[in-house]
């Protein structure tokens, strides 16, 4: 069983998160029921792992369900569900409370586990906001913001992307770039208003831009430019 390593014992660049890749981290060889895409899933094959593993009583961090070591349960998980998106944050929690970088009973420190995610599944918006919100809450913003840059050129079209990701930069105190994914989020209809109270809140709100009106013909009067009505998941 692996012992927990205190933060200090594996002290890493302030700014940079590891990523060390496969020799390191580890590799997906197959094993029993996985590895599987968590996104893609959702059958027997995943509830068995939650039945028995990852139970509400894991996730909340009260105790372990297979062993007496929440963190073995949690690293089960994610072994078969290397981008398990509940599955990472608790292992994320689980090193905040015990105030190391690799909690009792994980094979690998919670970089790692996101590092395996986000290799496993590369397009995967959801790991990659949770792993710079694991940056930003171990104290890494550069690293965090890098990563909120990655995930919006892979959110496309999925407003609870740009929304979280608006988020997130905003406590990085990132104000513009949480302003435009405000704007995006609204844009591809958002009802939420959290993110746009919030910068409201820190003076950093600016209603967008008005789009500029055409003229259809020489001659002609102005036309308005069109006024879009606002058209979740993993969630954070």
Known sequence: MTASVPLAALAQPAEEPVFAGASVCGGFPPIDNGPHDYRSIRDNRLGKVERYHFTPNVERLVKGESTSVIGADISFT???FPNHHRALVSMSRLAEREKTVQVNGSEFSVDCWFDRALRF????TVSRLLFADHLHRTKRPI???AQVDHAVTLAGDNPLAHYNAGLIYLDLKK??????QAYRAEELGVKRTGLRDRLRQAGQ???PASPAPSTAASGSLPVPAAIASPA?????
Request: zero cysteines; proline letters at 4%; hydrophobic letters at 40%.
């Open 143 to 145: 690293a965090a913001a």
């Open 78 to 80: 994610l072994r078969h």
């Open 121 to 124: 599944a590369r397009d995967d």
């Open 205 to 207: 709100w600016r209603e």
């Open 232 to 236: 979740p998941a993993a969630s954070r």
């Open 175 to 180: 104000y513009d770039q949480a302003r435009q």
